[in-house]
């Protein structure tokens, strides 16, 4: 079906900084409700996910009309990836591998560290919101970034410079977390994270046509890692030495996570659908 470009969709650097704009204007909006409503761990879990969906689900596709111009919203879905239209199971599989391999390395980072135990209460909701914000930065962040983004950035320039511009700007994005009262020690620790692991994900994207496993594999780093990762990052002088161990295992997973992923997207090319 023939694409109704708008101006947006065509240029995506402009369409990069309002969709962004508005995402720093949300963000405050939820701080502000936030406040007012004094909202526990699941309130504040529905304000940013009806928030979110507000912005790339309605205005995204309907205001700004992106990525492609003018849509259905069928069609939209279909744009950002959402929809697949290959076996999800193959790409689902491939995600599992990777988050194993990526947690697994951090997993012994920490190990290495010392000091590891297992705290699996913070995996419970109703003692801590890391379940939660992983289900929202795995969804609405994948969506905008690697959906949206992503999808505008590969229109424009080759695969490998999209992913370059796509993890740069979504790595400044997380600046935004100074807002929230985040140390800069620990928010310049989580820019190079993003850093080292944007690319697995935007790669992830291109190989398997679809925007499912990156979904899969964002919320299974976000929900798990802290399980390893608090660990090593604790208040006090130990704190770099503890960063420098965190990165090192994140850097090593996924330096093998893109091996497997290179080893996987030859046999997808060549597979039947």
Avoid: C
Avoid at 97 to 114: D, E, N, P, R, S
Avoid at 118 to 139: C, E, F, H, R, Y
Avoid at 210 to 225: K, Q
């Amino acid at each position: 079906m023939r694409l109704e470009e708008s101006y947006l969709s065509e240029r995506p650097l402009h369409a990069f900084v309002l969709l962004e704009a508005l995402n720093w204007a949300f963000f405050m909006l939820e701080r502000n409700i936030k406040t007012i409503l004094d909202t526990g761990f699941f309130a504040s879990f529905l304000i940013r996910f009806i928030l979110r969906a507000t912005v790339l689900l309605l205005i995204a596709p309907k205001v700004l009309k992106i990525p492609n111009g003018q849509r259905t919203f069928k069609q939209y879905i279909e744009d950002i990836k959402l929809r697949q239209k290959k076996p999800v199971w193959r790409s689902l599989k491939i995600a599992t591998y990777l988050a194993v391999i990526l947690l697994g390395a951090l997993f012994i980072a920490a190990t290495l560290y010392g000091g590891f135990q297992w705290d699996l209460s913070q995996l419970d909701p109703s003692k801590s919101p890391i379940l939660l914000v992983a289900i929202n930065a795995g969804l609405w962040e994948e969506i905008m970034w690697r959906g949206i983004i992503m999808t505008l950035f590969l229109k424009r320039y080759s695969a490998r410079s999209a992913v370059l511009i796509n993890t740069g700007l979504f790595a400044i994005s997380h600046l935004i977390n100074l807002l929230s009262g985040q140390s800069i020690i620990v928010m310049l620790g989580q820019i190079v994270f993003v850093l080292i692991g944007t690319p697995i994900l935007a790669y992830l994207f291109i190989m398997t046509e679809s925007l499912l496993p990156v979904i899969l594999l964002h919320f299974a780093v976000d929900a798990f890692s802290p399980l390893f990762i608090n660990s090593m990052i604790q208040p006090g002088p130990d704190i770099i030495k503890g960063g420098i161990y965190m990165l090192l295992g994140w850097m090593i997973g996924n330096i093998i996570a893109n091996i497997v992923l290179q080893w996987h997207s030859g046999r997808i090319k060549t597979q039947p659908d």
